[in-house]
């Protein structure tokens, strides 16, 4: 039997079918009283803050800028290393994007290059808790607090992630999480702004509130999408649907996954499919996710602590560093190998789909020219991220440890392979 495993898995509730054929039952697919306990219930897990639904983790980010009514021309601060959406929806503002460098030990902005980048027109700074580890946050509030900087934090990656004991989404003044299918909280799209002023909280919800419902039929939609994607990435599906595609392009040298993710463009307009309100039913199955979170990232957890053991042994591998006082909670593995192309090449085709880089070092797009050079995250950019996600059977980890190791073997020793110690 072909044996191959994505990249990706997503976090699904067994029982989506029932709670989605419930809410059509009831005739509340689109608008319920779901949404308002959903909004409480994630409220109450990020210390009372106000929080607001949005149809897309960026839509909050739109609305928490827009509620801020900040003049023209003024400038906000992002890592170098980030999703290119969050700075496009900036400017979209007329907002200047200004980039940061970032540590490539942990893929985050430093208090060094957030200085460097600061000008008289700086108005917000937006810290990305990448991969799922928290940002070293006192040293970049401490910095936004003296020039007198709104702080956002990017939490797309890192729900339940904690710094110093706190939740990550309570650290500055605003935030914005996802819940896009593969997302630490899988709502099949949506997301959420989480507000410290109760007042800009209020403002923020009356932009979000303002958008129009989406139809029952492209609430439908959303829900097949997703659940034609989660099936797809599946283990015992993923060898017959995607893997093949991937498998053949690794000898044409081409990148058929770059059409799975959205084409980097101009976002002014907004594309319609932006503005609508989130429905009921994502609501649903998001406090029905709520209650299984701290289980998943458990799982998360354990699977990159094996991780971690195995690849302790193999040569040329840099593991994750984990700074003290933050948990990560492994929305991506993320490690350093000997000649990263060559190796994702050789797992490819043993049947391991690797990812080398899943967000955009924006000061090489040609969206954000002119840009200062990012060493930092142009060194980001070489680390590879391996399967970790809730799903994954020990076994199928072990495996895929195997494959790693023989990769890194034929690319590290003269002569034939030697037996994988995870056989």
């Known amino acids: 039997m072909l044996r191959a495993l994505s990249r990706y898995g997503a976090r699904v509730l067994p029982n989506t079918q029932q709670l989605a054929a419930e809410c059509a039952r009831r005739g509340e697919l689109v608008e319920g009283p779901a949404i308002a306990a959903f909004e409480g219930a994630f409220s109450r897990l990020h210390e009372g803050r106000t929080a607001i639904a949005a149809s897309y983790g960026r839509m909050a980010f739109f609305y928490i800028l827009k509620a801020?009514?900040?003049?023209?021309?003024?400038?906000?601060?992002?890592?170098?290393?980030?999703?290119?959406?969050?700075?496009?929806?900036?400017?979209?503002?007329?907002?200047?994007?200004?980039?940061?460098?970032?540590?490539?030990?942990?893929?985050?902005?430093?208090?060094?290059?957030?200085?460097?980048?600061?000008?008289?027109?700086?108005?917000?700074?937006?810290?990305?808790?990448?991969?799922?580890?928290?940002?070293?946050?006192?040293?970049?509030?401490?910095?936004?607090?003296?020039?007198?900087?709104?702080?956002?934090?990017?939490?797309?990656?890192?729900?339940?992630?904690?710094?110093?004991?706190?939740?990550?989404?309570?650290?500055?003044?605003?935030?914005?999480?996802?819940?896009?299918?593969?997302?630490?909280?899988?709502?099949?799209?949506?997301?959420?702004?989480?507000?410290?002023?109760?007042?800009?909280?209020?403002?923020?919800?009356?932009?979000?509130?303002?958008e129009p419902w989406p139809t029952?039929?492209?609430?439908?939609?959303?829900?097949?999408?997703?659940?034609?994607?989660?099936?797809?990435?599946?283990?015992?599906?993923?060898?017959?649907?995607?893997?093949?595609?991937?498998?053949?392009?690794?000898?044409?040298?081409?990148?058929?996954?770059?059409?799975?993710?959205?084409?980097?463009?101009?976002?002014?307009?907004?594309?319609?499919?932006?503005?609508?309100?989130?429905?009921?039913?994502?609501?649903?199955?998001?406090?029905?996710?709520?209650?299984?979170?701290?289980?998943?990232?458990?799982?998360?957890?354990?699977?990159?602590?094996?991780?971690?053991?195995?690849?302790?042994?193999?040569?040329g591998v840099e593991l994750p560093v984990i700074p003290p006082g933050r948990t990560h909670v492994y929305y991506q593995y993320c490690v350093y190998v000997p000649d990263r192309d060559r190796l994702v090449q050789r797992c490819i085709r043993r049947g391991l789909d690797v990812e080398t880089l899943h967000v955009d070092v924006c000061t090489r797009l040609p969206l954000f020219q002119p840009s200062a050079a990012a060493p930092g995250a142009d060194r980001a950019a070489q680390a590879v991220q391996l399967p970790v996600y809730a799903g994954l059977r020990e076994d199928q980890l072990r495996w895929a440890a195997g494959v790693v190791q023989q990769a890194l073997e034929g690319l590290l020793l003269a002569g034939p392979t030697r037996q994988s110690a995870f056989d």
């Open 216 to 315: 029952v039929d492209q609430v439908r939609k959303r829900l097949l999408v997703g659940r034609i994607q989660r099936i797809a990435i599946r283990p015992d599906v993923f060898p017959w649907t995607l893997f093949p595609v991937l498998w053949a392009a690794s000898f044409l040298k081409a990148r058929p996954d770059v059409y799975l993710w959205e084409k980097i463009r101009p976002l002014d307009p907004l594309p319609a499919s932006y503005r609508q309100r989130y429905s009921n039913v994502q609501a649903v199955l998001g406090l029905e996710g709520l209650r299984r979170l701290d289980q998943w990232t458990g799982a998360s957890r354990r699977n990159a602590a094996l991780w971690t053991q195995w690849l302790g042994r193999m040569e």
């Open 68 to 210: 801020l009514n900040l003049p023209r021309g003024s400038e906000a601060v992002f890592p170098a290393l980030t999703f290119w959406v969050m700075p496009e929806m900036a400017r979209v503002l007329g907002l200047r994007p200004v980039f940061a460098d970032v540590d490539p030990a942990t893929f985050h902005l430093t208090p060094g290059s957030l200085e460097q980048a600061l000008t008289s027109r700086t108005r917000v700074v937006v810290p990305t808790h990448l991969y799922g580890l928290p940002c070293d946050m006192d040293p970049i509030l401490e910095i936004a607090r003296r020039r007198g900087l709104f702080v956002v934090e990017d939490c797309a990656h890192a729900l339940g992630a904690q710094y110093q004991g706190r939740p990550v989404g309570v650290l500055g003044d605003a935030a914005i999480f996802s819940f896009q299918t593969l997302k630490p909280l899988n709502t099949y799209g949506g997301g959420m702004a989480v507000v410290g002023d109760p007042e800009l909280g209020r403002k923020v919800a009356e932009l979000a509130r303002a």
